[in-house]
Nanobody
Framework: QVQLQDSGPGLVEPSQTLSLTCTVSGGSITTKNYAWSWIRQPPGKGLEWMGAISYGGITDYSPSLKSRTTISRDTSKNQFTLHLSSVTPQDTAVYYC????????????????RGQGTQVTVSA
């Protein structure tokens, strides 16, 4: 059974870079035709897809976040990482990692697997 575990700091100061890591177990992030996404949910709002890295290492980002977002991976550790730079309080959200055969989805049924979510608050 594939499991995702996201981890990272729960509090980030404004203008800093938010970094979260997702560790995948029970399966490989290089599994053909799978992509590994980061999704967030601000308080009181719906899911926002942020970006993804494919099984082959190709990245794709939401246009609205592309200038601030980098997703990378470490295949030796079966992990992928989100970096979101220049954060503001508007980036406060629960951040999730997820895996599936599609990217860009904003409902959970678009994904086969997801992590438990990490609450990230941007505040001084």
């Amino acid at each position: 059974q594939v499991q995702l575990q996201d981890s990272g700091p729960g509090l980030v100061e404004p203008s800093q870079t938010l970094s979260l890591t997702c560790t995948v177990s029970g399966g490989s992030i290089t599994t053909k035709n799978y992509a590994w996404s980061w999704i967030r949910q601000p308080p009181g709002k719906g899911l926002e897809w942020m970006g993804a890295i494919s099984y082959g290492g190709i990245t794709d980002y939401s246009p609205s976040l592309k200038s601030r977002t980098t997703i990378s991976r470490d295949t030796s550790k079966n992990q992928f990482t989100l970096h979101l730079s220049s954060v503001t309080p508007q980036d406060t959200a629960v951040y999730y990692c997820a895996g599936g055969r599609r990217v860009g989805g904003t409902i959970w049924s678009d994904y086969d697997y997801r992590g438990q979510g990490t609450q990230v608050t941007v505040s001084a």
